[in-house]
């Protein structure tokens, strides 16, 4: 998957977390 460059620390967090609920 490609993100946005500007991805806030926020943001990656969610990613991460979502990753690790569905992965």
């Keep these: ?3 946005p460059k ?3 620390t926020a943001d ?3 990613i ?3 990753v ?3 992965g």
Excluded: P
Aim: a positive charge.
């Design 1 to 3: 998957m490609n993100f």
């Design 12 to 14: 990656r967090i969610n």
């Design 20 to 22: 690790n609920k569905y």
């Design 6 to 8: 500007q991805t806030t």
């Design 16 to 18: 991460l977390k979502s």
